[in-house]
């Protein structure tokens, strides 16, 4: 596997999923299917395994977007099709065979769970957006104004 992630030794050692298995896939892959016609003509879609390998690799590593290896798929790849499942809800049927499938062989402990994430600095340093002047206030009113020909 050829990343820049300078702990990418200490990852590939590790016994853990970081591809989907053949009989786990054959449950997957109906899931992960969108049926709408194809907007675009060109290139055929990425395999659908391949995304969801990279979407493992993603979750595991904790890296960021642009740190996916090129053997998966270019990040926006990847991230239109997260999209895509998020959208039609393939993603949280796939989610739930992964949780019975997971609960099946290891069992999941109900009573205690919890979820982590984290806050971190944009990465490279972006700033965002230039901020834009606001515009400048209207005058506030003196008083009333006098007609021309009103005496002072």
Same mark, same amino acid.
């Given at each position: 596997?050829t ?7 200490q990852?590939?050692?590790q016994p ?18 969108i ?13 659908a ?25 270019? %990040?926006?790849t990847?991230? $239109? !099709?997260? *999209? ?8 949280q049927?796939?989610? @739930? ?20 994430g984290?806050i ?5 340093? %972006?700033?965002?957006?230039? $901020? !834009?002047? *606001?515009?400048?206030?209207?005058t ?6 006098? @007609?021309v020909?009103?005496?002072?």
């Open positions: 596997m990343t820049t992630q300078p702990h990418q030794e990852i590939d050692e853990t999923l970081w591809e989907v298995p053949d009989e786990l896939w054959a449950r997957l892959a109906p899931l992960l299917v049926d709408k016609p194809r907007k675009k003509s060109g290139r055929p879609p990425r395999d395994r391949v995304i969801f390998n990279a979407l493992i690799w993603l979750a595991r590593t904790g890296s960021q977007w642009s740190q996916i290896p090129r053997h998966y798929a270019p %990040k926006s990847v991230h $239109e !099709r997260l *999209k895509a499942w998020v959208k039609y809800g393939c993603l049927q796939a989610w @739930a065979v992964l949780l019975q499938e997971y609960g099946e062989l290891l069992g999941i402990d109900w009573e205690w769970q919890l979820a982590d984290c971190v600095k944009a990465p490279l340093g %972006k700033r965002g957006l230039p $901020e !834009r002047e *606001k515009p400048p206030a209207a506030p009113l003196t008083g009333a104004k006098r @007609a020909n009103e005496p002072f």
